[in-house]
């Protein structure tokens, strides 16, 4: 009991330098997208501290669990946690979006370590990460695929045909989270164009959806460890708050692409103490 | 009466002697009979996998599998599986380099009585403005099918461009293909054809009109549009002079502007782009619509005609 108090606590601790990390490289990027990288964190923080099987020091392992972005313009999120895991250099976080520089704007496959699939174009990772657990299924592997989808992202068709794909070829190696803040670039997603139902849609399509609070590390590893229904994949609802963390970013659209200035990180980093 | 088979077939015939490869697996969107990619599902199910209609999908699931060290194949018709799926192709699979064989079949006025709707004619000019493509529009069904297995070993995204119809076969089993490399069917002096996929045997009969009028034609074949094959085509407009290129494609964009981009840069000659005149086509039998847009053999001739008197 104490020893998951405390290794929850380590999550959560983790979580919070992992928001100290997101937000210093976009000021020092001067561009990027805070909103929705803060409201990934938590559940990225759970499955790179705790849920996935993966070899800093061997990024090509065959047999590692493979983790995709789909959201791709949360890199920043992603992109903390691959340098808190060893997959390259911290000081990577510092050249974010530079020319020459190792850390693209949207995660690319070809330039960093640990990044599996490039995304960034939205409604494209959901698709690649079915494809690795076809393969994974195909070579009789045990490794699990995860992928964080955005609500906005929802809007793409080629979604729910990779959903549909999902639960036709039986993937219950395959867990997708949804990054529900409700939110999106020009408003609420109810207003902009409405997903809702989310939970209904999912199981309508085949996937078994546990609903969650995405910013309770403890539910979130509760639904990570709830095991796969034979023949199923698996979708965790889990709602969040764009910018979660920042008080002057939390549920407001417009800090979906703009980096904070040097006083607003000041603030932001403040708060984060 | 010579042997004809279609490119597709070709495709087909290399997939079912691919099954027997492990890495090799192949997708496809509910056309597998036409596209052929039913005959490795036949030898080996277990590596096939039926997107349904979903494309853009398809396209996806390919880079995922090959991001785990397979050689895909998806197929569809080429209007779906390079127009459809393009901004896949560019953002999913070209983008980070992966080893995904994108197969067009029924490319072209070639397609005949669906229509315009599936007929593509604009899918090798849009993919030759993607870097990392290699673009491969085989002549024949054997040259489809040596494509095909030596795409098994080739690094890189691939699309391979081909046809419904039958078409003359024009290679013979020790036929040496090699990606990139333009192939010299006819030597000729007097003006040069440079030719792909469905117009190349009709390059070769073009050929055969004009030396019954005295003009030499060299005949040339380029399977590989992307990287094309730049030594060739200056050599013969060096040697010959003068150029008439020929595909069932948009003349934007295809072979014929690839080809005015080598001879733009290197050597200068005049040219002539036989092919569809940025129209879309329409329902027909594939022999009426090339009669009706311009890409016979005749069409051809005329063209070299006028390009010699030009030079």
Redesign the interface.
């Known amino acids: 009991m104490a020893d998951d108090k405390a290794k929850i606590q380590a999550l959560e601790n983790k979580a919070k330098e992992l928001r100290k990390d997101i937000l210093r490289m976009l000021e020092k990027a001067g561009s990027g997208h805070p909103g929705g990288s803060l409201s990934a964190i938590d559940m990225m923080t759970a499955l790179y501290f705790y849920k996935l099987n993966i070899k800093p020091e061997k990024p090509d392992w065959?047999d590692r669990d493979r983790f995709v972005l789909s959201k791709g313009h949360a890199a920043p999120a992603l992109y903390a946690c691959l340098a808190e895991k060893g997959f390259f250099p911290k000081k990577e976080l510092d050249c974010l979006r530079k020319i020459n520089c190792m850390l693209q704007g949207h995660p690319?496959?070809?330039l960093i370590p640990g990044v599996?699939?490039?995304t960034?174009?939205l409604?494209?990772?959901?698709?690649?990460?079915?494809?690795?657990?076809?393969?994974?299924k195909?070579?009789k592997k045990a490794y699990g695929v995860y992928v964080v989808v955005g609500d906005g992202e929802m809007q793409e068709?080629?979604i729910w045909?990779?959903a549909?794909?999902a639960a036709?070829?039986k993937l219950d190696n395959i867990t997708v989270f949804i990054d529900n803040n409700n939110l999106q670039i020009d408003g609420n997603v109810d207003e902009v164009m409405s997903v809702y139902p989310i939970k209904e849609k999912w199981q309508a399509f085949g996937w078994k959806v546990i609903e969650i609070d995405g910013h309770d590390i403890k539910q979130i590893i509760d639904a990570l460890d709830v095991p796969h229904e034979k023949g199923k994949p698996k979708a965790i609802l889990a709602n969040t708050t764009k910018g979660k963390g920042v008080s002057f970013m939390e549920n407001k659209a417009e800090w979906h692409g703009v980096a904070p200035k040097k006083e607003e990180l000041d603030n932001a980093l403040g708060e984060l103490e | 009466m010579t042997e004809q088979a279609a490119t597709r077939d070709g495709y087909g015939k290399a997939m079912c002697k691919l099954a027997s490869n492990p890495n090799v697996v192949a997708l496809d969107a509910d056309l597998s009979c036409s596209t052929k990619s039913a005959s490795l599902a036949k030898e080996c199910p277990e590596r096939f996998f039926n997107m349904g209609i979903s494309e853009q999908n398809m396209i996806g699931v390919a880079a995922g599998i090959a991001s785990c060290g397979k050689i895909v194949y998806a197929s569809s018709f080429a209007v779906f599986a390079a127009e459809r799926a393009f901004e896949q192709i560019r953002n999913s699979v070209a983008y980070s380099g992966l080893n995904v064989r994108i197969v067009g079949s029924h490319a072209g006025l070639l397609t005949g009585e669906d229509g315009a709707s599936h007929q593509a004619i604009e899918e090798v000019g849009a993919l030759r403005s993607v870097p990392n493509m290699t673009i491969i529009s085989p002549a024949d069904a054997i040259e489809a099918e040596k494509a095909t297995m030596a795409l098994a070993d080739y690094e890189g995204p691939v699309y391979l461009r081909l046809g419904r119809m039958k078409t003359p076969i024009l290679f013979d089993e020790d036929y040496k293909f090699e990606i990139g490399k333009g192939v010299q069917l006819k030597e000729g002096k007097d003006m040069t054809i440079i030719a792909t996929g469905a117009l190349v045997h009709r390059a070769l009969e073009a050929a055969k009109i004009l030396e019954t009028e005295n003009i030499s034609a060299r005949v040339i074949n380029i399977h590989t549009i992307k990287p094309i094959d730049k030594e060739i085509i200056i050599k013969s407009a060096k040697e010959t002079g003068a150029i008439v290129t020929a595909e069932d494609h948009n003349i934007i964009g295809g072979l014929g502007s690839a080809v005015a981009e080598v001879l733009a840069e290197n050597h200068p000659a005049i040219i002539e782009r036989i092919g569809v005149k940025d129209t879309f086509g329409e329902s027909g039998s594939p022999d009426d619509l090339y009669e009706k847009y311009g890409l016979t053999e005749k069409h051809i001739a005329e063209a070299a005609k006028r390009i010699i008197k030009r030079k």
């Open positions: 065959p690319s496959k070809k599996e699939a490039s960034g174009s409604g494209q990772g959901l698709s690649m990460a079915v494809g690795m657990a076809i393969a994974g195909l070579d068709g080629q045909e990779a549909m794909a036709h070829y």
